[in-house]
């Protein structure tokens, strides 16, 4: 599967964005997808993911209530949408997926995004 990750931006505190990922290739739907970020000098952290199954999705503590992950199979795409951001959330943003499985934080992702730069102004 190809991954392709859009709609970063420049955007001031507490205001948002929605981050897409679309994906081509194989049966999206069989999936796990999460959101990573890595901002500037810092190591990439997961963000958030949902199993194949859509039956949970995984969020890190630092966005939790401000983020909301979903997926639509037919339009074979996830969306990040972010709320109430903040300085620290100043990152590139990746989407990756995985066959099957859950979209847990520890999980090995086996396909990436080109990454998309998110900058929150103070």
């Known amino acids: 599967v190809q991954l392709q990750a859009s709609g970063g931006g420049l955007v001031q505190a507490g205001g948002s964005l929605r981050l897409s990922c679309a994906a081509s290739g194989r049966t999206f739907a069989n999936y796990a997808m999460a959101w990573f970020r890595q901002g500037p000098g810092k190591e990439r952290e997961f963000v958030s993911g949902?199993?194949?199954?859509?039956?949970?999705?995984n969020y890190a503590d630092s966005v939790k209530g401000r983020f909301t992950l979903s997926r639509d199979n037919a339009k074979n795409t996830v969306y990040l949408q972010m709320n109430s951001l903040k300085p620290e959330d100043t990152a590139v943003y990746y989407c990756?997926?995985?066959?099957?499985?859950?979209?847990?934080?520890?999980?090995?992702?086996?396909?990436w995004g080109q990454g998309t730069q998110v900058t929150v102004s103070s």
């Open positions: 949902v199993g194949w199954t859509g039956e949970r999705t």
């Open positions: 990756a997926g995985r066959f099957y499985g859950s979209g847990n934080p520890g999980a090995k992702y086996d396909y």
